[in-house]
């Protein structure tokens, strides 16, 4: 399987400041098929970003996400309060897909 | 209004069994293929299967496979994840997801919709 490592772990910033989370893979993701996704409490995860860098429809131009190959990053250039949340990466070029075990940006 | 309903969860003794359902609606079932993720207390999301359209393919993680398995009913709209030999380490809440748009299960794919999920405790 597929090991994706997100890192950091958690991220103490501010609204407006500008964040970059990394993910990396055990092995090339093929097709760059990388996904972002955002999750907050009680509610249902929300597709940011495929493809590794195209947007998903709705989601605003202050996400973008880059790399290829092993080397993946969500970056959001100026956060707002409701960018507050856990993000995960999540492959799904090979079986099993597999997620990152997530970053947390907080307040 | 694509919508999915978990239900079924709830608490399980170890070694036991549950199986949770998940009835479709708001888009063409039978289209797409489906799977389950699922969040333990404090965790993150974990992959744990897929099932193709036409129920005829599916895959698994390694640390469900052997324990659970994953079906569909097409004339019912319904997904279904049958858990045996439950762990305390299966506490978790179980989601069911919609890929975007496969139908088979090595297509790459990512997901479009969740249900709000059923959560599973397994205590004794």
């Known amino acids: 399987d597929i090991v994706l490592t997100q890192s950091p772990g958690t991220l103490s910033l501010s609204p407006g400041e500008r964040v970059s989370l990394s993910c990396r893979a055990s092995?090339?993701?093929?097709?760059?098929?990388l996904a972002w996704y955002q999750h907050k409490p009680g509610q249902t995860p929300r597709l940011l970003i495929l493809?590794?860098?195209t947007r998903a429809p709705g989601i605003p131009d202050r996400f973008s996400g880059s790399g290829s190959g092993t080397d993946f990053t969500l970056t959001i250039s100026r956060l707002e309060p409701e960018d507050f949340a856990v993000y995960y990466c999540?492959?799904?070029?090979?079986?099993?897909?597999?997620f990152g075990q997530g970053t947390k940006v907080e307040f | 209004e694509v919508q999915l309903v978990e239900s079924g969860g709830g608490l399980g003794q170890p070694g036991g069994s549950l199986r949770l359902s998940c009835p479709a609606s708001?888009?063409?079932?039978?289209?797409?293929?489906m799977h389950w993720v699922r969040q333990a207390p404090g965790k993150g999301l974990q992959y744990l299967s897929v099932?193709?359209?036409?129920?005829?393919?599916?895959n698994y993680a390694d640390s469900v496979k052997d324990r659970f398995t994953i079906s569909r009913d097409n004339s019912k709209n319904t997904l279904f994840l049958q858990m045996r030999s439950l762990r305390v380490e299966d506490t978790a809440v179980y989601y069911c997801?919609?890929?975007?748009?496969?139908?088979?299960?090595?297509?790459?794919?990512?997901?479009?919709?969740w249900g709000h999920g059923s959560l599973v405790t397994v205590s004794s």
């Open positions: 493809g590794a860098s």
């Open positions: 092995q090339s993701v093929s097709g760059n098929y």
């Open positions: 099932i193709s359209a036409d129920g005829r393919t599916t």
């Open positions: 999540q492959q799904y070029g090979r079986s099993p897909r597999t």
């Open positions: 997801v919609k890929s975007a748009h496969c139908s088979r299960v090595d297509c790459p794919d990512h997901f479009d919709y």
């Open positions: 708001g888009f063409t079932f039978s289209n797409y293929a």
